[in-house]
């Protein structure tokens, strides 16, 4: 069974960083995309970044300069660097993989910015 396993949140204070990991396992095959999204309080989930494994990769306008997104194919692995986080940070963030079509997800992490 492919499953998505995060790891890696917590509480940072504002201007801090975060590293977050997301190890898929239950499959030999590298995934054709990797990447995170976040859903904040009362607010729908929202991409923040991804990755294929050809190492193309889109993140949110709103969001770089501070976050940075990579991956390890042969551990299919992805990783998000969260650099000079703020309190609008503060979100689950999920990892989210795309595998021959079909979607799988992470049970998410919480990321909490204190001010």
């Known amino acids: 069974q492919v499953q998505l396993v995060e790891s890696g949140g917590g509480l940072v204070q504002a201007g801090g960083s975060l590293s977050l990991s997301c190890v898929a396992s239950?499959?030999?095959?590298?995934?054709?995309?990797l990447g995170w999204y976040r859903q904040l309080p009362e607010k729908q989930r929202e991409l923040v970044a991804a990755?294929?494994?050809?190492?193309?990769?889109n993140l949110a306008d709103s969001l770089k300069g501070r976050f940075t997104i990579s991956r390890d194919n042969a551990k299919n692995t992805v990783y998000l660097q969260m650099n000079g986080l703020k309190p609008e940070d503060t979100a689950v963030y999920y990892c989210?993989?795309?595998?021959?079509?079909?979607?799988?997800w992470g049970q998410g992490t919480q990321v909490t910015v204190s001010s």
């Open positions: 989210n993989g795309v595998l021959r079509g079909r979607v799988y």
């Open positions: 239950g499959t030999i095959l590298v995934f054709n995309e």
């Open positions: 990755m294929t494994s050809t190492g193309i990769t």
